[in-house]
C-alpha cells in the first residue's frame, strides 16, 4: 500500500518559515518525480515545486528564492523549507509523486494545512 504523509504544516506570521516533510512508503523513491502543490480556500490546485529523481528543481515563479524543495531517496523523504511566507501561501500543500516511466502511477497525500496571519 502506498501512502505519502505530510507535516510540518501550521500558522505562521508573515515572515516566517515552515518546513514541509513527505514521509513516503510503498513505493522508491527512486522511480519517483516528486511535487509539491497546494490549494486555498477558492483556488485551482497549483504545483509550487516539483523535483526529479536524479535532484532537478523547478519552483512556481510566485515562491521561487523563497521556498526549496529537497529529497532523500533513502530515507523515503521529500522536503519543502518555506522562507519569509506571505499571506497569499496560505493554502492546503499536498506531495505527489509521479513515476518516472508511467504517469498512470500517481500518488497524492492527504494535505497539510499552512496558514499564514498577523
Known amino acids: 500500500q502506498v501512502q505519502l504523509v505530510e507535516s510540518g504544516g501550521g500558522s505562521v506570521q508573515p515572515g516566517g518559515s515552515l518546513r514541509l516533510s513527505c514521509a513516503v512508503s510503498g513505493i522508491s523513491l527512486t522511480m519517483y518525480k516528486m511535487n509539491w502543490y497546494r490549494q486555498a480556500p477558492g483556488k485551482q490546485r497549483e504545483l509550487v515545486a516539483h523535483i526529479s529523481v536524479g535532484g532537478t528543481t523547478n519552483y512556481a515563479d510566485s515562491v521561487e528564492g523563497r521556498f526549496t524543495v529537497s529529497r532523500d531517496n533513502v530515507e523515503n523523504t521529500v522536503l519543502l523549507q518555506m522562507n519569509n511566507l506571505q499571506r497569499e501561501d496560505t493554502a492546503v500543500y499536498y506531495c505527489?509523486?509521479?513515476?518516472?516511466?508511467?504517469?498512470?502511477?500517481?500518488?497524492w497525500g492527504q494535505g497539510t494545512q499552512v496558514t499564514v496571519s498577523s
Open positions: 505527489n509523486a509521479v513515476n518516472v516511466m508511467s504517469r498512470q502511477y500517481s500518488y
